[in-house]
C-alpha cells in the first residue's frame, strides 16, 4: 500500500488543522492505520490510529481530547483533525499502515508509510 499524507502547513498556537492521508490498493479495510509523529531531536511517537478491524480509536496522551482521527474505507483515507494546537505539536507528521495488525500503538508493527506533512505551531 502507498500512503500520501497532506494538509500540514503553519498556524497560531489554538488554531486548527486537519491531515489527510489517502491510500492506495484494494485492501485498505484490512489495514490498522495510525499517525505518528516526529520533533526535531526527538523519536518518532505515536499519534492516534485504529484497528483494521474498526473498533476503539486510541490516541496518545498528549493529544487526548484535542486530536481527533477517522476513517474513511470507502475513500481509503484516514484523517487526523488537530484543534486547540501547541507549539510542542510541531513535528512532521507520517500516516502509516499495518496489516492486519492488533497493535495500534507500536511503532514497530507498521510497515508501510507516507512522506510526511510538517505542522508548525506558532506561539
Known amino acids: 500500500v502507498q500512503l500520501q499524507a497532506s494538509g500540514g502547513g503553519l498556524v497560531q498556537a489554538g488554531g486548527s488543522l486537519r491531515l489527510s492521508c489517502a491510500a492506495s490498493?484494494?485492501?485498505?479495510?484490512?489495514?490498522?492505520m495510525g499517525w505518528f509523529r516526529q520533533a526535531p531531536g526527538k523519536e518518532r511517537e505515536f499519534v492516534s490510529g485504529?484497528?483494521?478491524?474498526?473498533?476503539?480509536?486510541y490516541c496518545g496522551d498528549s493529544v487526548k481530547g484535542r486530536f481527533t482521527f477517522s476513517r474513511d474505507n470507502a475513500k481509503n483515507t484516514v484523517y487526523l483533525q488537530m484543534n486547540s494546537l501547541k507549539p510542542e505539536d510541531t513535528a512532521i507528521y507520517y500516516c502509516?499502515?499495518?496489516?492486519?495488525?492488533?497493535?495500534?500503538?507500536?511503532?514497530?508493527?507498521?510497515?508501510?508509510w507516507g512522506q510526511g506533512t510538517l505542522v508548525t505551531v506558532s506561539s
Open positions: 490498493g484494494r485492501t485498505f479495510s484490512s489495514y490498522t
Open positions: 485504529i484497528s483494521w478491524s474498526g473498533g476503539n480509536i
Open positions: 502509516a499502515a499495518a496489516y492486519r495488525s492488533w497493535r495500534v500503538g507500536e511503532i514497530n508493527e507498521y510497515d508501510y
